[in-house]
């Protein structure tokens, strides 16, 4: 489910930034989350413990890391690179994740888990590297924010984890949440955005319910259930099985809805994405 959420997450964004700046959609999306959070207190079918304890400094910071730097990051990153080298950043994530986790975070990893991490992003290397539509158009400083949100990716994951210790993936999720409509919405008054951010909303259909499956299916629902998939798995290897299988679900999509360029790289590509998966995810049953 999760995989799906993100991976046609893309067709909404590209349709709501016909409408919108990045950063009013980015506000709008997670404003609308942080309601449906702040209602689930309210009423009273969650209760927002936010307890001491080694792990809340890890609840901020998960936030903090997503969706705040991630998502804008990889904004300004694809922005001043191509799609093509957007790709293969955010490819990486899975291996950055893994080495960050064993420098910083005591995390192990066995043959078969870096091996499926290798195979999975030749896969996605051989869909994008021999696609007509490559490019390697792109400037320093976006290689240098591709780069940082790629870190902020895996940070992100290893600090849901550890949170995870003390809280629940509802609570980890609802920070998010809220950490990231203060964020945007602070980003985007000092833009010079005002209410238009959200009454653009009320103006057309299709607007709002691509907003709302943003907002509701993407963030409240793929983010909790991801967050609680930590619960259970290593960061490296939740990233790994979550990102690729969303990446497939996405060119799949791309070519289905969006009308874009596919051939045998596409293929072999995906094929070997998925077998890098099924590899990787061998290690949920031995465990």
Do not use: H, K, S
């Given at each position: 489910m999760i995989s799906i959420g993100w991976g046609i997450a893309f067709i909404s964004i590209a349709m709501l930034l016909q409408d919108m700046a990045p950063m009013q959609m980015l506000a709008a999306r997670w404003t609308i989350t942080a309601l449906i959070f702040l209602l689930l207190i309210v009423t009273g079918r969650m209760k927002l413990n936010l307890k001491k304890g080694k792990s809340l400094v890890f609840l901020?910071?998960?936030?903090?890391?997503?969706p705040c730097a991630y998502s804008i990051l990889e904004a300004y990153g694809v922005k001043m690179t191509s799609a093509s080298i957007s790709?293969?950043?955010?490819?990486?994530?899975p291996s950055m994740t893994l080495v960050l986790g064993i420098l910083f975070f005591r995390h192990k990893a066995d043959a078969r888990l870096v091996l499926g991490l290798l195979i999975t992003f030749a896969g996605v290397v051989i869909a994008t590297v021999f696609s007509p539509a490559f490019s390697l158009g792109g400037t320093r400083m976006g290689m240098l924010c591709m780069m940082l949100g790629v870190i902020a990716a895996s940070m992100y994951s290893l600090s849901s984890k550890r949170a995870s210790a003390d809280f629940d993936a509802m609570t980890v999720t609802a920070m998010m949440a809220f950490e990231g409509a203060i964020c945007f919405n602070i980003i985007a008054f000092l833009k010079g955005y005002r209410m238009e951010t959200f009454t653009i909303l009320f103006t057309d259909w299709s607007i709002m319910a691509n907003m709302l499956f943003l907002a509701v299916f993407c963030a409240f629902a793929s983010y909790l259930c991801y967050n609680k998939l930590l619960n259970y798995v290593e960061p490296a290897l939740g990233n790994n099985i979550v990102s690729s299988l969303s990446t497939v679900v996405g060119v799949v999509a791309g070519i289905i809805v969006m009308g874009d360029l596919w051939g045998w790289y596409t293929i072999v590509g995906m094929s070997i994405t998925l077998a890098g998966v099924w590899l990787s995810s061998m290690r949920m049953k031995t465990r």
């Open positions: 901020f910071l998960t936030g903090l890391f997503e790709a293969i950043f955010v490819a990486t994530i």
